[in-house]
Structures are given as C-alpha cells and as structure tokens.
C-alpha cells in the first residue's frame, strides 16, 4: 500500500512539474484592451522583436517626440495575447520596483533594462510590455519563440 501511494504521489507531482513548465500564469482580462498608445508624439519601444524564452535582456526605450516634458516610473506590466484578447501575466514571485520619478524633455529617449526573470520561462506567443506615461498607458509589442 505505501508503494502505491508513494507511486501515485510521484505521479500526480511529475504532472504538476510538467504541466507549470514553460506556461504562463494568466490573471485577469487586461483593464486596457486596445484602448493604448493615446499620447501624441511618445512611444516606447523593446530591442528586439522576438526573444527567447528564457535568459534574454529587455530593454524598453522611451521616446519623447512631443513638444511637452513627460513624467514616468520604473514600474510596467506583462501581458500575453490569447484567444484575441489580452490577459496581465503573473510572475511567479513578488516585484518590487523604486518608486523614482523620470522626466524627459522633448525629443530625448531614455532606455532601461527591464527584468522578466519572475515570469520566465515565457510561453511562446506575443506578448506586449505596458508602461504608464502620466496619466496614459504606452505599450510595445514582442514575439517570444524557440530558439
């Protein structure tokens, strides 16, 4: 009897260690839709379109092509696209970010390296990175695929 049960425990272990690899932990509906991107003249942007699952660097650039001065944090979401809709990516343990500030002036960019390990290995997909500038949300999109 122990036998068995010790067996179904490792069984039903293996399908849990199979089934959480390589998936992503979907929370609610994106609050924002398609609903993005409103801020005339500001943008930002990844450097690279497509990535690896695990172990790339993310860099998201902000571009201020806009005759005003904008304000934004450190902090940005995840989401993945499914099913024709976008849903926030959970990571698998709590972020922390700074609370700093940032200012940029009009017609200057800034870059910062974004850390993803706590959502990593990242399922195959398109993703997008969102990012508060003032009172809008700025997205960019990317493509995660097998090497």
């Known amino acids: 009897m122990k036998k068995i049960i010790a067996l179904l425990s490792l069984t039903l272990m293996s399908i849990f260690i ?3 690899c390589g998936t992503n932990n979907l929370g609610e ?3 924002y839709g398609e609903d993005v991107n409103n801020l005339d003249g500001v943008s930002i942007e990844l450097n690279k379109d497509t990535y690896k699952p695990e172990g790339d660097i993310f860099e ?4 201020n092509d806009s005759e005003e001065d904008i304000s934004y944090g450190v902090p940005y ?3 993945y696209y499914k099913e024709d809709k976008w849903y926030e ?3 698998d343990n709590e972020i922390g970010f700074v609370l700093i500030l940032y200012t940029l002036s009009p017609g200057d960019e800034a870059s910062d390296e974004i850390n ?3 959502y990593e290995p990242l399922e195959t997909g398109r993703y997008r990175v969102l990012r508060q500038i003032g009172d809008e949300t700025l997205t960019t999109e990317f493509e995660v695929a097998e090497e």
């Open 29 to 31: 509906e994106s609050p």
């Open 116 to 118: 993803l390990d706590s």
């Open 18 to 20: 199979l089934t959480s």
């Open 89 to 91: 990516v959970e990571p």
């Open 77 to 79: 979401t995840l989401e």
């Open 60 to 63: 998201l650039t902000v571009i």
